[in-house]
């Protein structure tokens, strides 16, 4: 049941990042959108994830690594996010670098 949790997430994410790489290419979204988007997202997968996973164990333990495990799916989300955010700020900074000619560069 765990494996089927986390396969559920993980296309999941993977499909976010298809659509927004598709809205990304049609002009209608950019990556500081998708970025605020998934890092919003984040704990809404965090903790819908380590709630599944404890409401799916067994009962012979705590249950505390159902809650590692929707901790790391969420900071996952997180990280994915980040990235998007630091790719739209540093395609910015080379664009905001390259039409001004008093910077040399």
Known sequence: MAVLILL??????????????????????TLLVAGIIMILIAPVFGFLSGYLFFYSHNGNGTGEGAGFAGALI????????????????????????????????
């Open 8 to 29: 559920i997430f993980a296309l999941a994410l993977f499909t976010l990042n298809i659509i927004f790489f598709i809205q990304l290419k049609r002009g209608r979204l």
């Open 74 to 105: 969420g900071l996952l989300t997180l990280v994915n996010g980040g990235v998007f955010l630091v790719i739209e700020l540093l395609r910015s900074l080379a664009k905001l670098i390259k039409e001004r000619p008093d910077i040399k560069g």
